[in-house]
């Protein structure tokens, strides 16, 4: 089973700065990686898969990167809804599917 | 538009049954694998099980292996979860997905709580 690991834990950044969020795969997904975006009382949203593609409807600020084992989540130019818990994944290696422990992003 | 509505939650006894159902809508439901994905209070997401386009193909975590069975309706446009044996350390938000890898969209999920 491939293990996520997801840095830090929380963020804290203000309106209008960047995020960067990092996920650690123990092994090489090979770029078969998604983020997913989970609002308080909603359901996770797909963001990134491919690790780089953008799913439809996401907005250019949020950008995925990376390859082998470490991927990159970035969120230019935050904005008040990026405020969210944020999940790497991984669909190289199945099964299992496995998903990392969640960044919490908070907005000052 | 693409929507999944799951039923079915509650509370349970340790060691009791329950039957998830999550109703598809807005897609071919028949031409897309589908996934279980639960999530304990206050905490990460685990994939469970997914199902291929016909049925032939199940797949689950090892922790519900022998318990927890997947299957699906495509005339129904309808995706199950049978869990039997149900332990505290099931206790959830099961959210159904489409997809086989990355998983969109996702369901508003049902909550099962297994306590006596």
């Known amino acids: 089973e491939i293990v996520m690991t997801q840095s830090p834990a929380t963020l804290s950044v203000s309106p209008g700065e960047r995020a960067t969020l990092s996920c650690r795969t123990s092994q090489s997904v090979s770029s078969n990686l998604a983020w997913y975006q989970q609002k308080p009382g909603r359901p996770p949203r797909l963001l990134i898969y491919?690790?780089?593609t953008r799913a439809t409807g996401v907005p250019a600020r949020f950008s995925g990167s990376g390859s082998g084992t470490e991927y990159t989540l970035t969120i230019s130019s935050l904005q008040s809804e990026d405020s969210a818990v944020y999940y790497c994944?991984?669909?190289?290696?199945?099964?299992?599917?496995?998903f990392g422990q969640g960044t919490k992003l908070k907005i000052k | 538009e693409v929507q999944l509505v799951e039923s079915g939650g509650g509370l349970v006894q340790p060691g009791g049954s329950l039957r998830l159902s999550c109703a598809a809508s807005?897609?071919?439901?028949?031409?897309?694998?589908m996934s279980w994905v639960r999530q304990a209070p206050g905490k990460g997401l685990e994939w469970v099980a997914n199902?291929?386009?016909?049925?032939?193909?199940?797949y689950y975590v090892d922790s519900v292996k022998g318990r927890f069975t997947i299957s699906r309706d495509n005339a129904k446009n309808s995706l199950y979860l049978q869990m039997n044996s149900l332990r505290a350390e099931d206790t959830a938000v099961y959210y159904c997905?489409?997809?086989?890898?990355?998983?969109?969209?996702w369901g508003q999920g049902t909550l099962v709580t297994v306590s006596s």
């Open positions: 491919g690790a780089s």
């Open positions: 994944q991984q669909y190289n290696n199945w099964p299992p599917v496995t």
């Open positions: 199902i291929n386009e016909d049925g032939s193909e199940k």
């Open positions: 997905a489409r997809g086989l890898l990355s998983l969109d969209p």
């Open positions: 807005g897609f071919t439901f028949s031409s897309h694998w």
